[in-house]
């Protein structure tokens, strides 16, 4: 597999100085089989204490504070859920900076993310269950100084996911005519590769059922803005591949770039939508699932509601925007196409549902 140049940046002896031996690689580092979508830098390498990961944070990207703080987060939740805690370097801090990016060291969280090769009702109360002893542990999470305005919690403020949201359904609103063409001309040489034809119907598809639903979506949104809730430490990006198992077990949930504060019912629309999309029976049973684990008002039950309909018309148009913005390289066309794919179907049956012309 080709790495992109900040993986490139081989050999590590200058990074992993920063930590002690029993942390040096005893065979070259390897990138994941399948990278994320997040931008980091992902690389395995095995040592004298184990499998590690070697993290290194997209830059420009997050501030040093809210990684640090994050740090904190996983650090206090570590005894109930699964998550991979940065090992501390030399100098005692879990973040380094090299090259001018940011780096951690973490344990290599085991297991596959193969839900939907093995779905059960057991495998999904396990994974309503993990997320709700996060949520129960960031509850009582502390955040220290400043962080305090990603890790805080309050008892009375609207959901900040349903701001964004709209504030998003706003801006592409005044561009959304040249954010399709740009997304097209991105996609142009791609389509006369074997194996990638179809391109401009997929984001065809994405423009037809984004303006059908976008009215609807919006009005969804506008009921809420305003409501308030309880929020807290939430993972707001947390899905399928986020989940690693071992048999029956969670035995990782990794990558929580994006934890901040917000009302649960983001993650568990994100998570539950994720893993069994539009199944009513599905929907019902993990909602029961973490309403035992952690519990769920009957006003968060609603706003996970609202929130997966947006999320499903919202991730078509946050992949067209990727796409034309040229975050997607030609090396994970294959992997976003699949990608696509599976929000079209998504997005056409919350069209569908609700009726919307």
């Given amino acids: 597999m080709k790495l992109d140049p900040l993986q490139s940046l081989v050999p590590l002896a200058g990074l992993l100085e920063f930590w002690d031996r029993g942390c040096q690689p005893l065979g070259p580092p390897e990138p994941p089989a399948e990278p ?6 992902v690389m395995r390498i095995e040592t004298a204490r184990g499998a590690l990961a070697v993290r290194g944070w997209p830059s420009p990207g997050l501030p040093r504070r809210r990684i640090e703080g994050l740090h904190r987060l996983l650090e206090h939740v570590a005894d109930t859920v699964p998550v991979a805690v940065p090992l501390q370097a030399i100098g005692g801090s879990r973040l380094v900076e090299w090259n001018s990016h940011l780096w951690q060291l973490e344990p290599w969280m085991p297991g596959a993310a193969d839900f939907r090769l093995d779905p059960s009702p057991g495998r999904l109360a396990e994974a309503m269950a993990t997320l709700g002893r996060f949520h129960l542990g960031a509850r009582r999470f502390v955040p220290a100084g400043d962080a305090s305005e990603w890790f805080g919690s309050s008892d009375t403020m609207p959901s900040p996911t349903v701001g964004e949201r709209l504030r998003r ?3 592409w609103e005044r561009g ?10 991105a996609v142009s040489g791609w389509e006369s590769k074997q194996g990638q034809e179809g391109w401009s119907d997929v984001i065809g598809e994405i423009d037809r059922l984004f303006g059908r639903g976008r009215g609807w979506v919006e009005g969804q949104l506008r009921l809420l803005e305003s409501t308030l809730f309880r929020c807290q430490p939430c993972l707001r990006d947390v899905w399928h591949d986020h989940l690693l198992w071992t048999g029956d077990e969670v035995t990782g949930l990794i990558d929580p770039g994006s934890a901040g504060l917000d009302n649960v019912a983001i993650d568990v629309a994100r998570l539950l939508g994720s893993l069994v999309e539009d199944d009513s029976e599905g929907w019902g049973r993990g909602l029961e699932a973490y309403e035992r684990a952690a519990g769920l008002s009957l006003e968060e039950t609603g706003l996970v509601t609202v929130l997966d309909q947006s999320g499903v018309l919202l991730a078509g148009a946050v992949w067209v925007e990727r796409l034309a913005d040229g975050r997607v390289s030609s090396g994970s066309a294959v992997r976003v196409r699949r990608r696509l794919e599976e929000v079209v179907v998504r997005m056409r049956a919350l069209v569908e549902k609700t009726g919307v012309v």
């Fill in 176 to 185: 959304w005519e040249k954010l399709i063409a740009r997304a097209l001309r």
């Fill in 36 to 41: 994320g979508f997040s931008g980091a830098t």
């Fill in 169 to 171: 359904l706003a801006d």
